[in-house]
């Protein structure tokens, strides 16, 4: 497993603030859950943006207007997406070994789950229910895709950039 001395460009991104009730729209707070587990709903929208701002990989958010407003999914979409998680293989080898962080987003009429998964080194000081977790040129130990709770189907399977030698 890499650590954090190996990934130089790992960018963590910080949260800062207290989560109150919103209304579900960018701009506005809602608790952030835990679940249990190796997965982590971000419901706090400042946090799901930042989730969404994704350095080496395509995501929603890097395409102007296709992310209209955030949601909290519940459990039982969450328990619904992890027992599919087969059918992401063969983009994705053992997608269920990967520590996971959702976020539920609005766009062009339809409710989302982002997946940004990712492998941390055991001994990581990172909260992936507060901090969004972002890395540049991960390769294949990082990645995303959008899972659609209505049709049960995974799609815009992406993976991060080769990882790029230190000079």
């Known amino acids: 497993m890499k650590t954090l001395a190996a990934l130089p460009l790992l960018a963590v991104l910080l949260a800062a603030g207290c989560a109150t009730s919103g209304g579900g729209k960018p701009g506005s707070t809602v608790p952030t859950r835990l679940k249990s587990g190796q997965s982590w709903v971000i419901t706090r929208p400042s946090v799901a943006a930042q989730v969404l701002d994704t350095c080496s990989r395509d995501s929603p958010a890097r395409h102007p207007g296709q992310v209209s407003g955030y949601w909290a999914p519940s459990r039982q979409q969450i328990e619904q997406l992890e027992a599919r998680q087969a059918a992401l293989e063969p983009a994705i080898a053992a ?9 539920g987003i609005e766009s062009q009429g339809r409710r989302l789950i982002y997946i940004n998964a990712f492998r941390l080194p055991d001994h990581a000081d990172i ?17 995303g895709a959008l899972y659609d709770p209505q049709t049960d189907r995974f799609s815009d ?8 030698p230190t000079p």
């Open 95 to 103: 997608p269920g070994d990967f520590d996971r962080q959702y976020v």
């Open 157 to 164: 399977i992406q993976v991060d950039g080769a990882l790029r």
């Open 127 to 143: 909260d992936p229910a507060n901090i969004a977790v972002r890395v540049c040129d991960g390769g294949a130990s990082f990645w």
